[in-house]
Nanobody, 120 residues
Framework: QVQLVESGGGLVQAGESLRLSCVASGAFFRIEAMAWHRQAPGNERELVARITRGGSTNYGDSVKGRFTISNDNAKNTVYLQMSSLKPEDTGVYYC??????????????WGQGTQVTVSS
């Protein structure tokens, strides 16, 4: 059973930084891509950033230049470094990973989410 566990959320003031982490555990062959998403109250879940196994990245327009996604394939871990945080960055942040399982099929797995609150 594959599980993703996020950590690093919290309450910060505008302009400050936070670093989120997400680690995958369980039996699988390979992680193909990792991503962070967020959902604010009353809003749909949106993609924040994504990174492939090879290191290619893409970001949501609202976080470009402020957030950086990185990964450590050996540790099955993805990070999200968030800088210059704004109140509108507030929400629940979810990690997802596209994983090639032992059944030879790929599927997406999701973490339980971690709350990020940015006060003005």
């Amino acid at each position: 059973q594959v599980q993703l566990v996020e950590s690093g959320g919290g309450l910060v003031q505008a302009g400050e930084s936070l670093r989120l982490s997400c680690v995958a555990s369980g039996a699988f062959f390979r992680i193909e891509a990792m991503a962070w998403h967020r959902q604010a109250p009353g809003n749909e879940r949106e993609l924040v950033a994504r990174i492939t196994r090879g290191g290619s990245t893409n970001y949501g327009d609202s976080v470009k230049g402020r957030f950086t996604i990185s990964n450590d394939n050996a540790k099955n871990t993805v990070y999200l470094q968030m800088s210059s945080l704004k109140p509108e960055d507030t929400g629940v942040y979810y990690c997802s990973m596209n994983i090639l399982g032992i059944s030879r099929y790929t599927r997406d797995y999701w973490g339980q989410g971690t709350q990020v609150t940015v006060s003005s």
